[in-house]
Protein backbone atom coordinates (compact mmCIF):
# COMPACT_ATOMS: atom_id res chain seq x y z
CA UNK A 1 0.00 0.00 0.00
CA UNK A 2 1.40 3.48 -1.33
CA UNK A 3 1.39 6.32 1.51
CA UNK A 4 -1.32 7.87 -0.60
CA UNK A 5 -3.64 4.94 -0.31
CA UNK A 6 -2.51 4.88 3.37
CA UNK A 7 -3.40 8.66 4.18
CA UNK A 8 -6.86 8.19 1.96
CA UNK A 9 -8.15 5.16 3.51
CA UNK A 10 -7.03 4.97 7.00
CA UNK A 11 -5.59 9.17 8.19
CA UNK A 12 -8.03 10.86 6.67
CA UNK A 13 -11.23 9.04 7.75
CA UNK A 14 -9.69 8.96 11.51
CA UNK A 15 -9.06 13.30 11.09
CA UNK A 16 -12.44 13.52 9.55
CA UNK A 17 -14.25 11.65 12.25
CA UNK A 18 -12.07 13.56 15.31
CA UNK A 19 -13.39 16.77 13.57
CA UNK A 20 -17.17 15.35 13.57
CA UNK A 21 -16.71 13.91 17.39
CA UNK A 22 -15.02 17.69 18.36
CA UNK A 23 -18.36 19.51 16.69
CA UNK A 24 -20.74 16.99 17.85
CA UNK A 25 -19.98 17.70 21.28
CA UNK A 26 -20.28 21.59 20.50
CA UNK A 27 -23.84 20.25 19.34
CA UNK A 28 -24.43 18.21 22.49
CA UNK A 29 -28.37 18.59 24.07
CA UNK A 30 -27.71 17.05 27.10
CA UNK A 31 -24.77 15.82 29.83
CA UNK A 32 -24.15 15.29 33.47
CA UNK A 33 -22.99 18.55 35.23
CA UNK A 34 -22.65 20.04 31.96
CA UNK A 35 -18.99 17.64 31.32
CA UNK A 36 -19.29 17.57 27.86
CA UNK A 37 -20.22 21.15 27.61
CA UNK A 38 -17.13 22.18 29.67
CA UNK A 39 -15.04 20.72 26.81
CA UNK A 40 -16.18 23.61 24.09
CA UNK A 41 -13.15 25.67 24.99
CA UNK A 42 -10.81 22.36 24.39
CA UNK A 43 -12.70 21.64 21.23
CA UNK A 44 -11.50 24.55 19.61
CA UNK A 45 -7.99 24.75 20.07
CA UNK A 46 -7.76 21.24 18.89
CA UNK A 47 -9.29 21.96 16.14
CA UNK A 48 -7.92 25.15 15.05
CA UNK A 49 -4.97 25.58 17.77
CA UNK A 50 -4.66 27.76 20.58
CA UNK A 51 -4.98 31.47 19.43
CA UNK A 52 -8.47 32.22 18.01
CA UNK A 53 -11.08 34.93 20.10
CA UNK A 54 -13.22 32.42 22.13
CA UNK A 55 -16.00 34.38 23.78
CA UNK A 56 -17.16 34.23 27.33
CA UNK A 57 -20.33 32.52 26.28
CA UNK A 58 -17.80 29.79 24.85
CA UNK A 59 -16.11 29.44 28.39
CA UNK A 60 -18.54 27.07 29.76
CA UNK A 61 -16.41 25.58 32.43
CA UNK A 62 -16.03 29.18 34.27
CA UNK A 63 -19.52 30.07 34.44
CA UNK A 64 -21.71 26.81 34.87
CA UNK A 65 -21.00 26.33 38.23
CA UNK A 66 -22.16 29.78 39.39
CA UNK A 67 -25.72 29.28 37.63
CA UNK A 68 -26.47 25.30 39.20
CA UNK A 69 -29.30 25.56 41.48
CA UNK A 70 -29.85 29.33 40.57
CA UNK A 71 -33.06 30.44 39.31
CA UNK A 72 -31.91 32.58 35.85
CA UNK A 73 -32.78 35.46 34.00
CA UNK A 74 -31.33 36.29 30.99
CA UNK A 75 -30.77 39.63 29.18
CA UNK A 76 -30.46 38.48 25.44
CA UNK A 77 -30.77 38.82 21.47
CA UNK A 78 -29.97 37.09 18.48
CA UNK A 79 -26.18 37.45 19.02
CA UNK A 80 -26.27 35.60 22.82
CA UNK A 81 -24.56 32.38 21.12
CA UNK A 82 -22.07 29.23 22.22
CA UNK A 83 -19.93 28.83 18.82
CA UNK A 84 -19.61 24.48 18.37
CA UNK A 85 -16.90 25.46 15.59
CA UNK A 86 -13.55 27.76 15.97
CA UNK A 87 -13.80 31.72 15.92
CA UNK A 88 -11.91 31.27 12.38
CA UNK A 89 -15.38 30.11 11.02
CA UNK A 90 -17.45 32.98 13.17
CA UNK A 91 -17.93 34.70 9.17
CA UNK A 92 -20.68 32.71 8.62
CA UNK A 93 -23.88 32.12 10.45
CA UNK A 94 -24.90 29.05 7.90
CA UNK A 95 -24.40 25.31 8.78
CA UNK A 96 -25.46 25.99 12.32
CA UNK A 97 -22.19 26.49 14.01
CA UNK A 98 -23.90 27.89 16.78
CA UNK A 99 -26.01 27.08 19.97
CA UNK A 100 -28.30 29.99 21.60
CA UNK A 101 -27.06 30.66 24.94
CA UNK A 102 -30.91 30.18 26.60
CA UNK A 103 -31.01 26.76 24.47
CA UNK A 104 -27.58 25.88 25.63
CA UNK A 105 -28.47 26.64 29.00
CA UNK A 106 -32.01 24.53 29.47
CA UNK A 107 -30.32 21.38 27.60
CA UNK A 108 -27.94 21.49 30.83
CA UNK A 109 -30.84 21.97 33.13
CA UNK A 110 -29.83 25.11 33.93
CA UNK A 111 -33.25 26.68 35.57
CA UNK A 112 -34.20 29.87 33.15
CA UNK A 113 -37.32 31.53 34.48
CA UNK A 114 -37.42 34.39 31.82
CA UNK A 115 -35.93 36.38 29.19
CA UNK A 116 -35.04 40.23 28.98
CA UNK A 117 -34.96 41.70 25.97
CA UNK A 118 -33.10 44.61 24.39
CA UNK A 119 -33.62 47.06 21.61
CA UNK A 120 -34.80 45.03 18.59
CA UNK A 121 -36.40 42.22 20.48
CA UNK A 122 -35.24 39.04 21.35
CA UNK A 123 -34.68 37.49 17.47
CA UNK A 124 -33.39 40.54 16.37
CA UNK A 125 -36.22 41.70 14.02
CA UNK A 126 -37.60 44.77 15.54
CA UNK A 127 -36.81 48.28 14.10
CA UNK A 128 -34.72 51.04 15.36
CA UNK A 129 -36.12 52.21 18.06
CA UNK A 130 -39.51 50.36 17.74
CA UNK A 131 -41.25 49.55 20.81
CA UNK A 132 -41.14 45.81 21.78
CA UNK A 133 -44.08 44.01 22.96
CA UNK A 134 -43.63 41.24 25.96
CA UNK A 135 -44.24 37.46 24.66
CA UNK A 136 -43.76 33.92 24.66
CA UNK A 137 -40.56 32.80 23.00
CA UNK A 138 -42.09 30.29 20.57
CA UNK A 139 -39.09 27.79 20.85
CA UNK A 140 -38.54 27.51 24.46
CA UNK A 141 -41.95 29.08 25.67
CA UNK A 142 -40.00 30.65 27.92
CA UNK A 143 -41.41 34.22 28.91
CA UNK A 144 -39.85 37.27 27.35
CA UNK A 145 -39.87 40.87 28.93
CA UNK A 146 -39.05 43.56 26.74
CA UNK A 147 -36.56 46.21 27.72
CA UNK A 148 -37.51 48.40 25.37
CA UNK A 149 -41.15 48.93 25.20
CA UNK A 150 -43.17 49.92 28.64
CA UNK A 151 -39.90 49.98 31.06
CA UNK A 152 -36.69 49.86 29.75
CA UNK A 153 -35.40 49.23 33.43
CA UNK A 154 -36.21 45.82 34.94
CA UNK A 155 -38.98 46.40 37.87
CA UNK A 156 -38.80 44.69 41.08
CA UNK A 157 -41.99 42.27 39.74
CA UNK A 158 -40.08 41.26 37.03
CA UNK A 159 -36.54 40.42 38.96
CA UNK A 160 -38.93 38.41 41.51
CA UNK A 161 -37.73 34.96 42.30
CA UNK A 162 -34.74 35.55 40.40
CA UNK A 163 -31.17 34.42 41.92
CA UNK A 164 -29.15 35.45 38.96
CA UNK A 165 -29.36 37.79 35.72
CA UNK A 166 -26.93 36.85 32.82
CA UNK A 167 -26.29 39.75 30.35
CA UNK A 168 -24.77 38.25 27.00
CA UNK A 169 -25.56 40.88 23.87
CA UNK A 170 -22.53 41.61 21.45
CA UNK A 171 -21.88 45.42 21.25
CA UNK A 172 -20.34 47.39 18.93
CA UNK A 173 -18.42 50.27 21.34
CA UNK A 174 -21.05 53.51 20.01
CA UNK A 175 -22.31 55.66 22.76
CA UNK A 176 -25.69 56.07 20.90
CA UNK A 177 -26.01 51.89 20.20
CA UNK A 178 -28.50 51.28 23.11
CA UNK A 179 -27.28 48.13 24.72
CA UNK A 180 -25.02 49.66 26.85
CA UNK A 181 -27.89 51.40 28.50
CA UNK A 182 -29.88 48.36 29.02
CA UNK A 183 -26.92 47.09 31.17
CA UNK A 184 -26.73 50.46 32.90
CA UNK A 185 -30.58 49.57 33.32
CA UNK A 186 -30.12 46.13 34.02
CA UNK A 187 -27.30 46.50 36.45
CA UNK A 188 -29.32 49.29 38.54
CA UNK A 189 -32.39 47.43 39.11
CA UNK A 190 -30.04 44.35 40.10
CA UNK A 191 -28.27 46.47 42.69
CA UNK A 192 -31.28 47.18 44.29
CA UNK A 193 -32.82 44.14 44.74
CA UNK A 194 -29.48 42.31 45.50
CA UNK A 195 -29.33 40.20 42.65
CA UNK A 196 -26.01 39.45 40.96
CA UNK A 197 -25.41 40.27 37.10
CA UNK A 198 -23.01 37.41 35.36
CA UNK A 199 -21.28 38.96 31.90
CA UNK A 200 -20.10 37.00 29.58
CA UNK A 201 -17.91 39.26 27.64
CA UNK A 202 -17.30 39.47 23.47
CA UNK A 203 -14.85 41.28 21.73
CA UNK A 204 -15.93 45.71 20.46
CA UNK A 205 -15.06 45.42 17.00
CA UNK A 206 -14.69 49.21 17.39
CA UNK A 207 -12.87 48.70 20.24
CA UNK A 208 -9.38 49.99 18.60
CA UNK A 209 -9.81 53.13 19.19
CA UNK A 210 -11.63 55.72 21.12
CA UNK A 211 -13.23 59.76 19.45
CA UNK A 212 -15.92 61.98 19.01
CA UNK A 213 -17.31 64.36 21.27
CA UNK A 214 -18.36 63.96 24.77
CA UNK A 215 -21.89 63.87 26.15
CA UNK A 216 -22.52 66.72 28.00
CA UNK A 217 -24.71 65.17 31.10
CA UNK A 218 -27.89 67.61 30.10
CA UNK A 219 -28.12 65.75 27.18
CA UNK A 220 -28.19 62.08 29.01
CA UNK A 221 -30.55 59.96 27.55
CA UNK A 222 -31.63 56.27 26.65
CA UNK A 223 -28.75 57.17 23.26
CA UNK A 224 -26.36 58.16 25.82
CA UNK A 225 -26.74 57.81 29.34
CA UNK A 226 -22.49 58.53 30.52
CA UNK A 227 -20.52 61.47 30.07
CA UNK A 228 -18.00 59.20 27.32
CA UNK A 229 -17.18 59.52 24.03
CA UNK A 230 -19.04 58.92 21.24
CA UNK A 231 -16.47 55.93 20.61
CA UNK A 232 -15.75 54.43 24.11
CA UNK A 233 -13.23 51.75 23.07
CA UNK A 234 -14.87 48.91 25.61
CA UNK A 235 -16.43 45.74 26.12
CA UNK A 236 -19.45 45.32 27.50
CA UNK A 237 -17.81 43.59 30.61
CA UNK A 238 -15.56 46.78 30.99
CA UNK A 239 -17.59 49.36 30.40
CA UNK A 240 -20.11 47.45 33.74
CA UNK A 241 -16.86 47.48 35.86
CA UNK A 242 -16.63 51.68 34.45
CA UNK A 243 -20.64 51.87 35.74
CA UNK A 244 -19.43 50.31 38.49
CA UNK A 245 -16.72 51.93 39.82
CA UNK A 246 -17.62 55.66 38.44
CA UNK A 247 -20.89 55.21 40.60
CA UNK A 248 -23.01 55.67 37.71
CA UNK A 249 -26.06 53.89 39.36
CA UNK A 250 -28.50 55.98 40.73
CA UNK A 251 -27.35 56.57 44.55
CA UNK A 252 -24.14 55.52 44.06
CA UNK A 253 -25.16 51.81 44.23
CA UNK A 254 -22.48 48.91 43.12
CA UNK A 255 -23.85 46.31 41.31
CA UNK A 256 -22.52 42.59 41.88
CA UNK A 257 -21.37 41.68 38.59
CA UNK A 258 -18.63 38.92 37.74
CA UNK A 259 -17.38 39.25 34.18
CA UNK A 260 -15.72 36.07 32.34
CA UNK A 261 -13.90 36.99 30.10
CA UNK A 262 -12.99 36.64 26.06
CA UNK A 263 -10.00 34.47 25.40
CA UNK A 264 -7.19 35.57 22.92
CA UNK A 265 -8.98 39.30 22.88
CA UNK A 266 -6.73 42.78 22.48
CA UNK A 267 -8.28 45.63 21.83
CA UNK A 268 -6.41 45.27 18.76
CA UNK A 269 -7.54 42.15 17.62
CA UNK A 270 -9.67 42.26 14.55
CA UNK A 271 -12.74 40.33 14.77
CA UNK A 272 -15.87 39.84 12.23
CA UNK A 273 -19.12 39.76 13.41
CA UNK A 274 -20.67 35.94 12.76
CA UNK A 275 -24.31 37.25 13.66
CA UNK A 276 -25.62 40.78 12.66
CA UNK A 277 -25.95 42.96 16.18
CA UNK A 278 -29.21 44.35 14.85
CA UNK A 279 -31.33 44.44 11.93
CA UNK A 280 -29.15 47.18 9.42
CA UNK A 281 -25.89 46.73 10.98
CA UNK A 282 -25.36 43.80 8.18
CA UNK A 283 -21.42 43.30 8.16
CA UNK A 284 -18.36 44.67 9.21
CA UNK A 285 -18.17 47.28 6.92
CA UNK A 286 -21.30 48.61 7.74
CA UNK A 287 -20.22 48.37 11.72
CA UNK A 288 -17.03 49.81 10.68
CA UNK A 289 -18.55 52.78 9.13
CA UNK A 290 -21.67 53.36 11.85
CA UNK A 291 -19.40 55.53 13.96
CA UNK A 292 -19.47 57.93 11.38
CA UNK A 293 -22.69 57.43 9.69
CA UNK A 294 -24.69 56.89 12.50
CA UNK A 295 -24.35 61.09 13.33
CA UNK A 296 -27.06 60.72 10.04
CA UNK A 297 -29.62 59.34 12.33
CA UNK A 298 -30.09 62.72 14.09
CA UNK A 299 -30.46 64.50 10.61
CA UNK A 300 -32.98 64.06 7.53
CA UNK A 301 -30.09 62.10 5.31
CA UNK A 302 -30.77 58.39 5.06
CA UNK A 303 -27.72 56.48 5.81
CA UNK A 304 -28.83 53.11 3.69
CA UNK A 305 -31.64 52.38 5.70
CA UNK A 306 -34.15 50.60 3.44
CA UNK A 307 -31.56 49.24 1.11
CA UNK A 308 -29.38 46.29 1.15
CA UNK A 309 -26.42 48.29 2.44
CA UNK A 310 -27.54 49.72 5.54
CA UNK A 311 -24.58 52.34 6.49
CA UNK A 312 -22.61 52.05 3.63
CA UNK A 313 -24.03 54.69 1.61
CA UNK A 314 -25.96 57.93 2.91
CA UNK A 315 -28.34 60.30 0.40
CA UNK A 316 -31.46 62.59 0.40
CA UNK A 317 -33.56 64.34 -2.49
CA UNK A 318 -32.05 67.78 -1.57
CA UNK A 319 -28.18 66.96 -1.87
CA UNK A 320 -26.38 68.51 -5.55
CA UNK A 321 -27.23 65.33 -7.73
CA UNK A 322 -24.07 67.17 -10.18
CA UNK A 323 -21.84 66.31 -6.94
CA UNK A 324 -23.40 63.44 -5.48
CA UNK A 325 -23.78 61.36 -8.24
CA UNK A 326 -24.70 58.18 -6.67
CA UNK A 327 -28.66 57.42 -6.73
CA UNK A 328 -30.84 55.42 -4.70
CA UNK A 329 -34.39 54.55 -3.47
CA UNK A 330 -35.03 53.69 -0.30
CA UNK A 331 -37.72 51.22 0.33
CA UNK A 332 -39.41 49.06 2.99
CA UNK A 333 -37.50 46.53 3.97
CA UNK A 334 -36.38 44.26 7.06
CA UNK A 335 -35.49 46.25 9.76
CA UNK A 336 -36.74 49.61 8.36
CA UNK A 337 -40.31 49.62 7.52
CA UNK A 338 -40.02 53.72 7.02
CA UNK A 339 -37.07 54.27 5.92
CA UNK A 340 -36.26 58.23 5.68
CA UNK A 341 -37.48 59.26 2.10
CA UNK A 342 -38.98 56.53 1.03
CA UNK A 343 -39.82 55.15 -2.04
CA UNK A 344 -38.36 58.77 -3.77
CA UNK A 345 -34.67 58.85 -5.27
CA UNK A 346 -32.06 59.95 -3.41
CA UNK A 347 -28.73 62.05 -4.11
CA UNK A 348 -25.54 60.84 -2.54
CA UNK A 349 -22.42 58.60 -1.91
CA UNK A 350 -21.81 54.95 -2.06
CA UNK A 351 -19.46 53.68 0.59
CA UNK A 352 -19.60 49.86 0.06
CA UNK A 353 -15.35 50.13 -0.72
CA UNK A 354 -14.48 53.07 1.49
CA UNK A 355 -11.33 52.69 2.84
CA UNK A 356 -12.25 53.15 7.22
CA UNK A 357 -9.51 54.00 10.01
CA UNK A 358 -11.80 55.25 12.41
CA UNK A 359 -14.43 57.47 13.09
CA UNK A 360 -14.78 60.72 10.56
CA UNK A 361 -16.56 63.71 10.27
CA UNK A 362 -16.26 64.20 6.78
CA UNK A 363 -19.48 62.70 5.30
CA UNK A 364 -21.82 64.60 7.65
CA UNK A 365 -19.68 67.79 6.72
CA UNK A 366 -20.38 66.74 2.79
CA UNK A 367 -23.95 66.21 2.93
CA UNK A 368 -24.18 69.76 4.57
CA UNK A 369 -21.98 71.74 2.40
CA UNK A 370 -23.62 69.79 -1.09
CA UNK A 371 -27.60 70.62 0.27
CA UNK A 372 -29.42 72.72 -2.03
CA UNK A 373 -31.23 73.63 1.08
CA UNK A 374 -29.70 73.73 4.10
CA UNK A 375 -32.14 74.28 6.28
CA UNK A 376 -33.24 70.74 6.18
CA UNK A 377 -30.39 68.80 7.01
CA UNK A 378 -30.30 68.38 10.86
CA UNK A 379 -33.27 68.23 13.47
CA UNK A 380 -31.69 69.71 15.76
CA UNK A 381 -32.60 67.87 18.95
CA UNK A 382 -32.25 64.10 17.77
CA UNK A 383 -28.94 65.56 16.47
CA UNK A 384 -27.89 66.98 19.88
CA UNK A 385 -28.89 63.76 21.62
CA UNK A 386 -27.05 61.73 19.27
CA UNK A 387 -24.02 64.15 19.27
CA UNK A 388 -24.12 64.42 23.03
CA UNK A 389 -23.28 67.95 22.64
CA UNK A 390 -25.14 71.38 20.70
CA UNK A 391 -21.54 72.44 19.48
CA UNK A 392 -21.12 69.92 16.80
CA UNK A 393 -24.00 71.23 14.92
CA UNK A 394 -22.94 74.59 15.28
CA UNK A 395 -19.48 74.06 14.18
CA UNK A 396 -20.82 72.10 11.48
CA UNK A 397 -23.25 75.28 10.09
CA UNK A 398 -20.26 77.71 10.89
CA UNK A 399 -17.90 75.52 7.93
CA UNK A 400 -15.04 74.39 10.87
CA UNK A 401 -13.12 71.74 9.07
CA UNK A 402 -12.87 68.21 10.70
CA UNK A 403 -9.52 69.10 12.18
CA UNK A 404 -10.59 72.08 13.70
CA UNK A 405 -13.82 70.18 15.19
CA UNK A 406 -11.96 67.52 16.48
CA UNK A 407 -9.17 69.62 18.02
CA UNK A 408 -11.91 70.83 20.26
CA UNK A 409 -12.71 66.99 21.53
CA UNK A 410 -8.97 66.17 22.25
CA UNK A 411 -8.84 67.52 26.65
CA UNK A 412 -12.41 65.28 26.76
CA UNK A 413 -10.61 62.38 25.41
CA UNK A 414 -7.47 62.60 27.24
CA UNK A 415 -9.34 62.60 30.76
CA UNK A 416 -11.60 59.95 29.59
CA UNK A 417 -8.75 57.56 28.69
CA UNK A 418 -7.51 57.75 32.33
CA UNK A 419 -10.72 56.84 33.61
CA UNK A 420 -10.89 54.10 30.68
CA UNK A 421 -7.41 52.81 32.03
CA UNK A 422 -8.57 51.55 35.08
CA UNK A 423 -11.53 49.58 33.98
CA UNK A 424 -9.79 47.51 31.17
CA UNK A 425 -9.42 43.58 31.37
CA UNK A 426 -7.95 43.32 27.81
CA UNK A 427 -4.53 44.96 26.37
Same mark, same amino acid.
Given at each position: ?33 ? &? ?37 ? *? *? ?13 ? $? ?42 ? #? ?27 ? #? ?5 ? /? ?16 ? +? ?18 ? %? ?44 ? /? ?8 ? %??? %? ?7 ? &? ?19 ? +? ?6 ? &????? /?? $? &? ?71 ? %? ?5 ? $????? /???? +? ?25
Amino acid at each position: MTFKDLFKNTVFPLIIGMVLVLISCGNVKKTEDG &RLVKNIEEDLKQVQGDTSVIVGANRTALYLPLLKGKRLG *V *VANQTSVIFNKSAAL $QNTTRNGNYTHLVDSLLSLNITIKKVFSPEHGFRGKADAGELVE #DGIDTKTKLPIVSLHGKNKKPTKAQLEGL #DIVVFDI /QDVGVRFYTYISTLHHVM +EACAEHNIPVLILDRPNPNG %HYVDGATLKPKYSSFLGMHPIPLVHGMTIGEYAKMINGEKWLAGGL /QCDITVIPVK %HYT %HDTFYSLPI &RPSPNLPNDQAIALYPSLGLF +EGTTINAG &RGTEF /QF $Q &RYGAPYLNKEIMRFEYTPVPNFGAKHPKHKNTLCYGEDLRDASVEGMTLKWVISAYKNATDKSKIFNTKNFTT %HAGTELL $QQQIE /QGLT +EAEIKATWQEDLEAYKKIRAKYLIYD
